[in-house]
C-alpha cells in the first residue's frame, strides 16, 4: 500500500525515466517530483494560425503577440518589402517624437524618451495657446 493508487505505479521515473528501486512509486527522486508537479502547473502555449495583414497568407503563431509573418523563411517577397516599410516608418516616426516642436513658439518641446512627445515646451506657452483659442 503506497501513497499512488496501484494503477499509478509505473517502473519508471514519470519525468526523467530512469528505473525505480525500492518504495519508490512514480518518482526516482524528490527533484523529479518537483519538477513534475512545476511541469503540470506551467501553463501551456497554444499555437495558433493567423492572418499577416500585409500580405493576407496564414502564419503559425509561436507568440501571442505576434502580428505578421517570419521576415527569413514564411514571408514572400512583397510581405519582407512591407515589413521593410513598416521598420522605415517607426525609425522616422522616432526621429519625428526626437525633433517635436512646441505647438506655440515653434521651439524644440522635449520628449522624454516614452509615450508622445511634448506639444508645447513650458506651461506658458500652454497657457498662451489655450487663451489665443480661447479668444478666436
Not at 512509486?25 to 494560425?49: I, K
Not at 513598416?86 to 522624454?112: D, F, K, M, N, Q
Request: aromatic share 8%; with cysteine; glycine share 6%.
Amino acid at each position: 500500500m503506497g501513497y499512488y493508487d496501484s494503477d499509478n505505479h509505473t517502473d519508471e521515473c514519470q519525468h526523467c525515466g530512469e528505473p525505480l528501486t525500492g518504495r519508490q512509486e512514480r518518482y526516482c527522486s524528490a527533484a523529479c517530483r518537483q519538477a513534475g508537479f512545476r511541469e503540470s502547473r506551467r501553463p501551456r502555449r497554444r499555437l495558433a494560425l493567423k492572418p499577416c495583414p500585409l500580405c493576407g497568407d496564414s502564419f503559425l503563431a509561436t507568440y501571442p503577440l505576434k502580428k505578421f509573418c517570419d521576415y527569413e523563411s514564411e514571408a514572400e517577397r512583397d510581405c519582407q518589402d512591407a515589413q521593410d516599410d513598416l521598420e522605415e516608418a517607426e525609425l522616422i516616426a522616432a526621429v519625428e517624437r526626437e525633433e517635436a516642436v512646441c505647438a506655440h513658439c515653434g521651439e524644440p518641446a522635449g520628449w522624454s524618451g516614452r509615450g508622445r512627445p511634448r506639444r508645447f515646451c513650458s506651461n506658458r506657452c500652454k497657457t498662451a495657446d489655450y487663451r489665443k483659442r480661447k479668444i478666436a
